[in-house]
């Protein structure tokens, strides 16, 4: 059984093909990584296997489950997580409680405990603030948890994006483009962030990105698009020299 | 149009109606104008009142919260009915709106029609025939349409969004007044809360045929008003009213589009 | 234990208002009037306190909120008048079912409604207020009591001040409570990014639910207060101008502030009935032109309410934990 298993996507806006026909698997604990040019429909494949889209055709099984209409809430609670490539965090909340939040979604308590404060309040309150401490620890945030979250510097704020995303204890973790507008320095902080979180939290995990340093050292496989369909596929040192990869990145001049 | 443009529910476009009407009976009356002028001076009067209220309330808020300009909205609503029903101005009771011109029917064996219905319907096809043109065949329309459908990439291609909102705003609110004015013959009781219930059933009657087109708010209209006519025949006129929310909860519920709108993804 | 340590302060504080009001009414320095005044300031407080939940909380813009303090007034009083309920005792039960009976209508109405995307909803919200109010407006079609046009007549009066502190301190005290629990945070998650919070595993189709049901309830509650205080109630008290009143408060206390709320709505309470002692009668009606003008100034220069954006620890709002 697969972690992930993508077959015959299709998905189109008006009379845009965003996705066509994109099949392809994940293996627990594999590190797959997705490029291509932009408006490849990289993303849009994102929001179909989170829920945000309801697909046109084809299927996505996670762990052998059909995830067709399933709430992107429930997707959530069962291990699917991600981050966004322009970060969504929840601004005005402190850093603490953007993790808190998704930990209190899946480990909570009902109504009753939460107006009359019983023990179970008070236990499941405590344990999700200090599992988020823990949390922010790993990213070196913890001293910044009462900052509000649009208060942080950029870079911090993309690690809080993704710890965010590991807060729900994911078994599947999709990140969307994490090295935008980073520089070299920035690029190699982060293929170690990555590296650290395969280690600590065993999670399978695909990863979009633009910045080929990063996908290549990060990913076990690779997948390309190009006009919202697969015209690639394998290990990264194969995929480096693929003749129509580099005509869809640079142009046919550039096949030699 | 405004909807399609702006985005915002412009609560104040009743009270424009309304002003319409009471602009053209203080033309009416005070100064005895002659009909062509007073509906040209309505018109123009309420085009440039649409014009400050854009600039002075909305405009500052464009990028604000939502809710904030919803509520500007509301508040210049209730100014506008307010400030008019102030008893040094017309106070809030019923006056009699002129009819300077005779009324009578033409009878067909089926049905009656008088001069007063005809003179609306011609006036009101004529509008929306001038309407469909401007929006769909000039190139002030296609700078409407375009900001209508993403604001920001219609200014990157060298649209004037201002002007083009200010325009739209300004052919909107002049129809109001228009409305107001031939509201006024049919129903001559106005009153400075009259624009309400229009308002809101307009902003439906736009939200059933399919938000931005004009066709949508023709049936749109046209549907609303059957309906109210048979509920008022066969029910009763008080529970006219809401009529409109069922229609509005169902249309919202079933195809928030519109009947003729096209789908939107979210995200 | 936890729950009892967090009342602390709310409840000394209400005790200590309770006192203080109690002795200036008993002294008669204070007019009837004026009591029946402070009454309803605190019943106007209950209600903003649901929008404030509805709206400053959750970020539900909701124009209809009027209808379910109509809904709560309407049932209770009833209630009171079909049973002959007359003392302070017996009324709880109605209360409580005044404002369950708001709360169930808003949960069946939130249910279509609450998908809907802001703009849309405001109106949703408005026509759903326009439909109680024509309903309110033929309800003696149905039963003839509730007077229709003419007016409900004749209500008990039972409403006292222990009554309205105790009721509105108590639910303050739930309220606050649950703005400090995953509720809350769910709340303000929602209101912040509703897209980023349904990914991230909250339920937000059953979080805007509770918090516009509860809101409501809380409205219905006040509504049923009302009604028992002054013992006639008409449909044009409940329309979208009573909504713009609760708005206000909740805009001017500041959204999600229920310190704020509770300073606004006596002040605002304070400001209307003011006016009406101050202005004299020909500038009455001045009123309604200020009023709109000052919301959109404060709209322009604080989008996000005037009074207060933290809550107060001296009154007891805050964190028990």
Redesign the interface.
Known sequence: MRALQVTGLRKS??GINAVSNLSFSVDEFETVGIIGPNGAGKTTVF?LI?G??QLDAGSIFYFGQDTKHI???RL??LGI??T?QNL??????TVS?NI???I???E??G?W??????RD??RL??AAEKRAKTLLDFFQLSDKEMYSANNLPYGEQRKLELA?AL??KPRLLLVDEPGAGMNPREIKDLVRIIRQIKESFRLTIVLIEHQMGLVMNVSDRVVVMDFGQKIAEGHPDEIKKNRKVIEAYLGEEFVC | MVYGVLRLINFAHGDIFMFGAFTAYYLMVKWQLPIYLVFMITMAVTAVLGFLIEKIAYKPLRSAPKISLLITAVGVSLFLEYFLSLNSLFTPNYIAFPRPFEVFGYDYSLFTVTNIQFIIFSVTGFSLFLLYLLVYKTKYGKAMRAVSHDQEMASLMGIHVDGIISFTFIVGTALAGLGGILYGFAYPQINVFMGIMPGIKSFIAAVLGGIGLIHGAVIGGILIGMSEVYVSAFLSSTLRDGVIFIILLVVLLLKPSGIFGKKREKV | MTFFLGARRLLICTAIVYLVLKGLFLSGMVTAYIQQIILLSFIVILTSLGLNLIYGYTGQFSLGHAAFYGIGAYTSAYLCTFFKIDGVLPFIPVLFFGGVAAGLVGYLIGLPILRLRDDFLAIATLGFGILIRVLLDNSDRFIDVLGGPRGFVGITRITNLELTLFTLAFLILITKNLIFSKYGLFWECIKEDELASMVFGIDTTKMKLIAFSYGCFLAGVAGALYAHLYTFLHPSNFDFLKSIDFLIIVIVGGMGSITGTIYAGLIWVGFIEGLRIILPDRMLELRWVIIPLFLIIVMMWRPYGLIARKESKLLGIDRSL
Not at chain 1, 88 to 93: E, V
């Open positions: 806006f008006g929001n989170t945000l889209y709430a992107p809430f959530a609670h997580s991600r966004f969504r965090l929840f601004n005005n909340l409680n808190v939040a998704p209190l979604s899946h909570g308590y109504l405990s939460a107006i009359f404060q019983t309040y008070v309150e405590k965010r807060s729900l």
